[in-house]
């Protein structure tokens, strides 16, 4: 890799990314960047040699990164990227503000934003992946992102730009979403938080949060119950599916189908990259071959096999 430009933030070579994803696994990227700031961010891209792949990354909680690592400048927002504020029916949140947080402080401020307080993550991956639950999605509400192109520029899209829609959007290749403003119905502060606190303890309840997961595995089959549109299906559940198949707790390696929720792909301790990825193709296969449905990954799954 060519030498890459200065930057006030930090730059560090060959930097294992298994700590900084919540299934605890992966190889080394050739460079993590941590911008100091959006400038910084916009700068360092701006120089860069446009040969050089750059794969923005969030917390990492719907991610497995390959074994063999990711050969590219990886980049990881931070404090300078995590602000929230209020502005009449807006909330303004950079794209490393976690969203449990920007769904607390929107609460707080008499603006219903509840369905993304149970939502793991940060705001860039939320808006990138129209994540939703409760029957609410990011494309309900988001109005506009803020993004650094693979070029340096900054930009502002509307939410149409993106054709947000189950589980995908349209970002301009190599952008890094920096910040997104989201435009949210009224409500009691009170009522909010107790209906939030009713979402997690329902939750709780249903999901393996104690363990080492990256949130969902599989979209749910139809593909289209997190669209938000009039002929949603909600019938048919990836779990469901799973269940028929009798892949409930299967194991490869450290990895397992949670026994709690089947959809849920954990790090039952000591698992690879590739015991994980491995179950989750192996489920694909045993669902096929009981229902004839072909899953589809939720989890995103990045890098490189490892060398022999």
Not at 84 to 89: C, F, G
Request: aromatic letters at 6%; charged letters at 25%; glycine letters at 12%.
């Amino acid at each position: 890799m060519s030498a890459l430009p200065e930057t006030r933030g930090v730059l560090t070579p060959d930097r294992s990314l298994a700590e900084l994803t919540w299934l605890r696994v992966g190889g080394p990227a050739d460079w993590l960047f941590q911008p100091a700031d959006e400038a910084d961010l916009a700068a360092f891209l701006g120089a860069l040699d446009p040969s050089v792949p750059v794969f923005p990354m969030g917390v990492g909680s719907n991610l497995i990164v390959r074994d063999g690592g990711i050969r590219a400048v990886v980049i990881r927002l931070g404090r300078g990227f995590n602000g929230i504020s209020v502005e009449s029916d807006r909330v303004v949140a950079g794209a490393a503000a976690l969203d449990a947080h920007v769904a607390k402080r929107a609460a707080e401020a008499g603006l219903d934003l509840t369905f993304l307080r149970t939502i793991p993550g940060s705001v860039g991956g939320a808006v990138r992946m129209n994540a939703g639950c409760y029957g609410s999605y990011v494309a309900d509400v988001l109005e506009e992102v803020r993004v650094v192109t693979r070029q340096g520029a900054v930009q502002v899209l509307p939410a149409s730009a993106l054709a947000l829609r189950y589980r995908q959007s349209d970002l301009p290749e190599g952008a890094v979403i920096v910040s997104a403003v989201f435009r949210a119905g009224r409500g009691d502060p009170a009522a909010l938080e107790a209906k939030m606190a009713e979402q997690i303890a329902k939750r709780d309840a249903s999901q393996p949060t104690k363990e080492r997961s990256a949130g969902s595995t599989f979209r749910n089959p139809a593909g289209r119950s997190s669209t938000g549109r009039a002929d949603d299906t909600h019938e048919l559940k990836a779990w469901k599916v799973i269940d028929d198949a009798g892949m409930r707790g299967a194991r490869i390696g450290g990895a397992q189908m949670s026994t709690m929720h089947s959809n849920f792909l954990i790090n039952a301790g000591g698992a690879s990259a590739a015991d994980l990825e491995n179950l989750g193709e192996e489920v694909r296969k045993k669902v096929y071959q009981s229902s004839g449905i072909t899953l589809e990954w939720e989890i995103m799954r990045v890098g490189e096999y490892p060398q022999d």
